[in-house]
């Protein structure tokens, strides 16, 4: 790795770049993403990570808010879509593909395959002038609420946090990671590489997503770095192959899933011993040990972050011995806040805050985070940057929570509460978390902002509603027609199965108009962010129609 970051490092050298220039990166997680990482850095050079599924746009966005000089990107194809808006991005002067690229004679000559660029030999890797408070890299914020934001991350930010989170999370140098959440995420980039490189840990590259079931059973990794949906997925196909269980087997796997959960309490002095707990060598051996080992049979610890965990997913893993942790963390906190340790761990909770991170609770009940992992401000924005940070150091974090023996546990987002008419107050997240656990339900968003109730937006699994549809004698291909006299038959059906997993919120969060969807909302048609959370302005905007059909006989409905 050394040799290779040096050919990456003696290739950026030849470039002419100045310390603090910023260069991009826009490639998938892999040992050359690292080796420029690490070049670029040991000369001072500024790291812009880039997600390869985002749109053209909010790339060209970033390159052009942050000045990036250089762009390392996967293939031609992607340069094929930016370069017609060169024009926008002057301060570009190479751009390198790790493909087969062709010199392109309009763009100068700024664009090279890396098989040409990158030197068979490196120099002696260089590493930097050792001040830790240099700006060393610029992460842009997935833009939920707005155009991208870049988070300006000193050295020091990022070493702290890795620091600091393990004195919370004991890793070792036995330990092997396997890494599949994008290295342009910054929970993948601090937890999944530097973490595991402070301490001297293996990590290896996941092929993709799609080949991530296979790759955790060949690689067998003993931690794993994950967000919610990956654990939801698992889930739901557990429970998915489940029905096709016979009765006493379905009664096995509950039965295993309660003394599992009820020995996870007793081990954390949380429970008290009982006599089913005798049985969990046998209960392990017939069936959470087949489950561990589809997840490669070694895992020690699990991480969730990057979205709230629900209580459900979390004791469902946990009730099969799989040890998932809960941990929370913005990108302006470099980016870990807090993390469950395996001993204490709490997973209605975000865990603890880690040493050194100051933390309290405003009297909007908003989380404030104080410490040295508390980002420099935001790129070429002080406005945004005073808007976060006050004068007295605090982060604004945006979520509202409540530390309850010294563990957090979030209540909301400030900027997400939805308040009904009535004055009710309303988390959606948690609800919309809660309703694509039935795999009907691919994407959810709740609204009903200054209405009388709440609505929803619901996409479609496309197989699941093509085989209810059939049930219901309805078309496939229209499932949201008003006057249909079909619809309110699909809406009691719709309802029900969103009630089933509404069970444990307050009566008054109830949907109760629900608009079924079969268009997907991706990066592609701006919908969501690459970190797959959904842009509610953009979406509501989008379907303005439907929503207004929800809200026909309540025009006061100011969501839109």
Not at 491 to 510: E, H, Y
Request: hydrophobic residues 40%; charged residues 20%; contains cysteine.
């Amino acid at each position: 790795m050394q040799q290779l970051a040096g050919r990456w490092q003696k290739a950026l050298k030849n470039e002419g770049y100045q310390p603090g220039d910023r260069v991009a990166v826009l490639l998938n997680n892999s040992p050359n993403w690292v080796a420029f990482d690490q070049a670029a850095m040991g000369l001072g050079l500024v790291v812009v990570p880039l997600f390869v599924n985002d749109n053209p746009e909010n790339i060209i966005h970033i390159l052009q808010d942050s000045g990036a000089k250089f762009l390392l990107l996967k293939e031609a194809q992607t340069w094929q879509k930016l370069k017609a808006k060169k024009d926008q991005l002057p301060d570009l002067t190479r751009v390198v593909c790790m493909g087969e690229c062709p010199k392109n004679r309009k763009s100068g000559g700024i664009f090279m395959p890396a098989s040409i660029w990158l030197p068979e030999i490196g120099d002696a890797m260089h590493y930097g002038d050792g001040d830790e408070k240099k700006l060393a890299t610029v992460i842009y914020t997935s833009g939920t609420t707005g155009p991208a934001k870049g988070v300006m991350l000193s050295h020091k930010n990022i070493l702290m946090n890795a620091y600091s989170s393990l004195r919370l999370i004991p890793v070792f140098r036995e330990d092997l990671f396997l890494s599949f959440l994008p290295l342009s995420h910054a929970l993948e980039r601090m937890a999944g590489y530097y973490l595991p490189m402070m301490a001297g840990s293996k990590v290896a590259f996941a092929r993709s997503i799609a080949d991530l079931a296979e790759d955790l059973i060949t690689i067998k990794p003993t931690l794993l770095i994950s967000v919610p949906r990956i654990y939801e997925r698992i889930l739901l196909k557990i429970r998915e192959k489940l029905q096709s269980a016979t009765p006493t087997q379905k009664n096995m796997f509950n039965y295993t899933l309660n003394v599992g959960w009820r020995r996870f309490l007793y081990k954390q002095g949380r429970g008290n011993w009982q006599p089913s707990m005798l049985l969990w060598p046998l209960l392990d051996k017939l069936v959470a040990t087949k489950v561990r080992e589809k997840l490669g049979g070694r895992l020690r610890t699990a991480v969730c972050g990057g979205a709230h965990l629900s209580s459900e997913v979390a004791q469902f893993f946990i009730g099969l011995d799989i040890p998932v942790v809960q941990g929370y963390g913005l990108t302006e906190s470099s980016p870990v806040i807090s993390v469950n340790p395996i001993e204490e761990n709490t997973p209605e909770s975000v865990g603890r805050p880690l040493p050194g991170v100051e933390t309290k609770i405003d009297s909007n009940g908003e989380l404030l985070v104080r410490g040295e992992t508390v980002m420099m401000g935001y790129w070429n924005n002080p406005q945004a940057t005073q808007e976060v940070i006050d004068k007295s150091g605090w982060l604004h974090t945006g979520d509202q929570a409540q530390i309850d023996k010294h563990h957090i546990h979030l209540t909301g987002r400030l900027k997400e509460i939805i308040v009904l008419s009535n004055g009710r107050k309303i988390p959606p997240s948690d609800m919309e978390a809660s309703i694509v656990m039935d795999p009907l339900f691919e994407q959810v968003l709740i609204i009903g902002e200054n209405a009388p109730y709440l609505s929803a937006l619901v996409v479609l699994n496309s197989a699941k509603w093509r085989y209810l549809a059939k049930q219901l004698n309805l078309d496939p291909n229209s499932p949201n027609q008003p006057n249909s006299p079909s619809y309110q038959k699909l809406q009691g059906v719709l309802l029900k199965r969103i009630a089933t997993n509404l069970k444990k919120f307050p009566g008054f969060a109830k949907v109760r108009v629900v608009s079924p969807i079969l268009e997907p909302w991706t990066v592609e048609n701006g919908l969501i962010t690459p970190t797959l959370k959904p842009k509610r302005k953009r979406i509501l905007n989008y379907f303005k129609n439907q929503v207004e059909q929800m809200y026909k006989d309540h025009p006061v409905f100011s969501g839109v």
